[in-house]
């Protein structure tokens, strides 16, 4: 698997990714019945990409995979207790509550069902996650979690295991 974030459009990020693994030009990207993209051309290549403001975050693997950026931003006071199971909850309270922690999980759970291709369903709440800081890696469920962060910016990264 590799992975690249960059201050681009998304697509020209995959389009580099490519190139740099000798796939050129962009193939024809293609989309599942509940959106999932994927090239007809290279049944075995999967990837993923996402965008925030600015950034774009793209991942490329031999198996199934999902990515999610976002821009950390005030959000409503009621949004973690909505989102988060109660553990993960505990969890974000604990370290002072704060959104860089919450976007970090909420990563984790969009990469996850971009991952599974089924998206935030079912609840928000009930999509398990490790709790994990940015720079770490946690193996959960049939799938492998990277959380990824700077300033002003969490991603996460999650790879279906058999």
């Given at each position: ?40 051309a290279y049944p075995r290549l999967y ?40 553990k993960e909850l505990r969890w974000f ?17 969009e990469a996850k069902g971009k991952c ?47």
């Amino acid at each position: 698997m590799v992975w690249r974030m960059e201050e681009m459009d998304a697509y020209q990020l995959l389009a580099e990714l490519l190139r740099e693994e000798g796939v050129a030009p962009l193939p024809e990207i293609a989309r599942e019945a509940k959106g999932k993209p994927y090239f007809p051309a290279y049944p075995r290549l999967y990837f993923n990409l996402s965008h925030s403001g600015s950034l774009s975050l793209c991942t490329l693997s031999e198996g199934e995979v999902g990515c999610d950026i976002e821009l950390v931003r005030p959000r409503k006071k009621g949004l973690p207790a909505y989102a988060l199971s109660e553990k993960e909850l505990r969890w974000f309270e604990g370290r002072g509550s704060c959104w860089e922690d919450f976007y970090t999980l909420w990563t984790l759970k969009e990469a996850k069902g971009k991952c599974s291709g089924g998206g935030l369903v079912p609840p928000v709440k009930e999509i398990a996650v490790p709790l994990i800081t940015p720079g770490e890696r946690a193996p959960l469920g049939g799938f492998l979690f990277t959380a990824l962060g700077g300033e002003n910016w969490r991603g996460a990264i999650c790879e279906k295991r058999e």
